[in-house]
């Protein structure tokens, strides 16, 4: 299930959602207590009261309906203008000394909480009608001497911008940690595409399940042994070895990218491929059989195995069988996954690497078929083989003639 770990706009807009309807609720009890107190103190709240509170508080089913059905930019816009409503209009009906347009600061910080990385216009375009609202309902509120309104109103400005430099600041902060995880999570993806295949040609951002096996009628198979790997390791230290071998690995990996062929994995001194199986890398040309591909990257490998043994002097060859038939490929298990194939078409490669002389190319009997078609002429000889039918091949792929 390593596919799942990555979010998405529809995770964002159901934490939006969900984030909007604790908000709603929260305010729905607020109103519920001043509703409270508004009939304690009935024959002092006048009727501008009561209207002001129940006209606001038929809007929040409203709100929660736009919720329910994952419209959250037309509820948390319509939440914002309710919140700024009411407050103001509680500021004209019970007087503006009472300190209520405070709560307007208030939606400065949920601003904070309220809107994604994409939408900061909106966001300090909301922060700065509350700031605004707020300025003005001080400005406007004359129930104190002048020099207590001067004094009150240096204090609102000063509260005004410290809550948008607050704002500002837990914005740039999101910022800095949504880049961080968008890194890791683009990298995560990175990862886990490189390791597992997609589970199908028409979902290439769908991962291969865990636990899955699909069966692939036709896949071309092979290994590659480094012949004289033991008197390496007598000859080198061990991290010289681990050097060379990931050497010759990058370069086999990169002339696998380029042909689209799948690495499956090495073991020790063994390099499996495959083709023909969903792939991690480029598609390669559809018109090209999978034996043909693989025997361009086999005969390529081998190459560059050669020039790489002259140029280091090592005492080594490289001994390849492919196989061309059904598979079974997928993800066993539950602890470190790791995507592989079985068949009788993998036992048959690796039994034609164990046969093949070094520095040569063993051939099934489909792979040399399919070859021979292909080309339209003989490129390998019947090999002697005790156990299994098996071709050597003899003349490079035409297209890569030197």
């Not at 503006?96 to 400065?108: K, R, V, Y």
């Not at 061990?238 to 994995?265: R, T």
């Amino acid at each position: 299930m390593h596919h799942q770990i990555f979010s998405s706009s529809t995770s964002s807009r159901g934490y939006l959602s969900a984030l909007i309807k604790q908000i709603t609720l929260m305010m729905s009890f607020c109103f519920v207590i001043q509703l409270s107190i508004a009939i304690y103190y009935v024959e002092t709240i006048g009727a501008g009261g009561y209207i002001n509170l129940l006209c606001h508080s038929a809007a929040i089913p409203l709100i929660l309906l736009y919720c329910s059905r994952q419209q959250v930019l037309i509820a948390r816009r319509l939440l914002n203008v309710i919140f700024a409503s009411y407050l103001c209009c509680a500021c004209v009906i019970w007087g503006m000394s009472l300190g209520i347009q405070h709560f307007l600061l208030l939606g400065n910080l949920v601003c904070g909480f309220f809107y994604r990385t994409n939408e900061r216009t909106e966001q300090l375009g909301t922060a700065m009608a509350f700031s605004g609202l707020f300025i003005a309902i001080e400005m406007m509120n004359t129930d104190f001497a002048q020099w207590q309104h001067v004094v009150r109103l240096a204090d609102s400005l000063t509260l005004t911008f410290a809550t948008l430099i607050i704002l500002l600041c837990f914005q740039r902060q999101t910022q800095t940690r949504w880049q961080a995880l968008k890194k890791v999570n683009n990298d995560t993806r990175a990862l886990l595409a490189n390791i597992f295949p997609p589970s199908s040609s028409n979902n290439l951002q769908q991962l291969w399940p865990m636990g899955q096996t699909k069966t692939v009628s036709c896949a071309s198979v092979m290994f590659a042994d480094l012949q004289g790997f033991t008197r390496l390791s007598e000859t080198f230290e061990d991290e010289e070895v681990v050097e060379i071998l990931d050497s010759l690995y990058c370069q086999f990996d990169a002339i696998a990218k380029q042909l689209g062929v799948e690495k499956i994995k090495t073991n020790g001194d063994e390099y499996m491929a495959a083709v023909g199986i969903p792939s991690t890398v480029s598609s390669r040309p559809t018109s090209e059989p999978n034996a043909v591909t693989m025997y361009r990257f086999a005969w390529r490998i081998n190459e560059t195995f050669q020039r790489y043994c002259t140029r280091l002097h090592l005492p080594c060859n490289l001994r390849i069988g492919i196989a061309t038939g059904a598979v079974t490929a997928g993800i066993i298990g539950k602890e470190k996954p790791v995507f592989d194939i079985w068949g009788k078409t993998v036992n048959r490669a690796a039994r034609l690497e164990h046969a093949a002389t070094p520095g040569t190319i063993f051939l099934c009997q489909n792979s040399y078929n399919a070859i021979v078609t292909y080309y339209n002429q003989p490129l390998a000889v019947p090999a002697s083989s005790l156990s299994l039918t098996a071709f050597k091949v003899t003349h490079p792929p035409p297209a890569f003639v030197t």
